[in-house]
């Protein structure tokens, strides 16, 4: 059974940093797309940003700029960097393994902006 374990979600201020980590067990890591996803209440469950097994990425709109997803194939961890924070990115940060359509899930890890 696959396993995805994410950490590294607090409470920040605004303008600060995070990294969440995602460290996956029991998979091909190399072999999947990672992704990060987060939805804040209210609201419904959208992309932030994903790494396909090659490397290539692709970012929300409304985070191009501030955060960086990466991959270390040798550790089956991949990252999000999360920079200059605003209260709107709060939410539960989820990450997502996407291998030819099917899909596995983290229990999430709770990202708090605010003064």
């Known amino acids: 059974q696959v396993q995805l374990v994410e950490s590294g979600g607090g409470l920040v201020q605004p303008g600060g940093s995070l990294r969440l980590s995602c460290v996956a067990s029991r998979m091909m890591f190399n072999l999947y797309t990672m992704g990060w996803y987060r939805q804040a209440p209210g609201n419904q469950r959208e992309l932030v940003a994903r790494?396909?097994?090659?490397?290539?990425?692709n970012y929300a709109d409304a985070v191009k700029g501030r955060f960086t997803i990466s991959r270390d194939n040798a550790k089956n961890t991949v990252y999000l960097q999360m920079n200059s924070l605003k209260p709107e990115d709060t939410a539960v940060y989820y990450c997502?393994?996407?291998?030819?359509?099917?899909?596995?899930w983290g229990q999430g890890t709770q990202v708090t902006v605010s003064s």
């Open positions: 790494v396909s097994n090659g490397g290539s990425t």
């Open positions: 997502n393994a996407n291998i030819f359509g099917q899909e596995k």
